[in-house]
T-cell receptor, first 114, second 112 residues
Framework: DAGVTQSPTHLIKTRGQQVTLRCSPKSGHDTVSWYQQALGQGPQFIFQYYEEEERQRGNFPDRFSGHQFPNYSSELNVNALLLGDSALYLC?????????????FGEGSRLTVL | QKEVEQNSGPLSVPEGAIASLNCTYSDRGSQSFFWYRQYSGKSPELIMFIYSNGDKEDGRFTAQLNKASQYVSLLIRDSQPSDSATYLCAVGGGTSYGKLTFGQGTILTVHP
């Protein structure tokens, strides 16, 4: 049973560039959430996708956008990268109905913006 | 005021001792409470969740919830060096339905 998989694991970009991160949820899960974790901080919620729609969004600018595909996999896109976007980007999958449930995290994509 | 605040660390305890980790939250409508463990360079791993007031035990771990005081804690009994990690408190439900709000984490070191 595959867990949550993310790609790429590491990447380096320069300011102003664009990046796309990918996530495949745990088998049987239909909801994908994205979190940003800066060094020494807890993860911060970016947004959540369920049934191919953005269900809730955290306090992140429109430069951060996403998509969910019919097979429940998801992408996170960040445009016009800033130095402050350097962080570990975590994808978490869960079952979408009912109260907030357990999240299963992938190993993350570590983004460095130079 | 931070939405979820954890006791400042780092916390250092000797092997075999009880480690106590604390967390307070601001959204009184919160419904679900989680403790995640994160080893250095790894992703968070769920170790406990609790939805109702009181205690919940799982092996060496006990989660305690007091909604009136908006307080969650995690006790680790018989601490082992392998418990050394960052512990993240996360809160969900209420007005933040659909997302978890994490605290900043508490670094725990268990020394032999």
């Amino acid at each position: 049973d595959a867990g949550v998989t993310q790609s790429p694991t590491h990447l380096i970009k320069t300011r102003g560039q664009q990046v796309t991160l990918r996530c495949s949820p745990k088998s049987g899960h239909d909801t994908v959430s994205w979190y940003q974790q800066a060094l020494g901080q807890g993860p911060q919620f970016i947004f959540q996708y369920y049934e191919e729609e953005e269900r809730q969004r955290g306090n992140f600018p429109d430069r951060f956008s996403g998509h969910q595909f019919p097979n429940y996999s998801s992408e996170l896109n960040v445009n016009a990268l800033l130095l402050g976007d350097s962080a570990l980007y975590l994808c978490a999958s869960s079952l979408g109905t009912g109260r907030t449930g357990e999240l299963f995290f992938g190993e993350g994509s570590r983004l460095t913006v130079l | 005021q931070k939405e979820v605040e954890q006791n400042s660390g780092p916390l250092s305890v000797p092997e075999g001792a009880i480690a106590s980790l604390n967390c307070t939250y601001s959204d009184r409508g919160s419904q679900s409470f989680f403790w995640y463990r994160q080893y250095s360079g790894k992703s968070p791993e769920l170790i406990m969740f609790i939805y109702s007031n009181g205690d919940k035990e799982d092996g060496r771990f006990t989660a305690q919830l007091n909604k009136a005081s908006q307080y969650v804690s995690l006790l680790i009994r018989d601490s082992q060096p392998s418990d050394s990690a960052t512990y993240l408190c996360a809160v969900g439900g209420g007005t933040s339905y659909g997302k978890l709000t994490f605290g900043q984490g508490t670094i725990l070191t268990v020394h032999p």
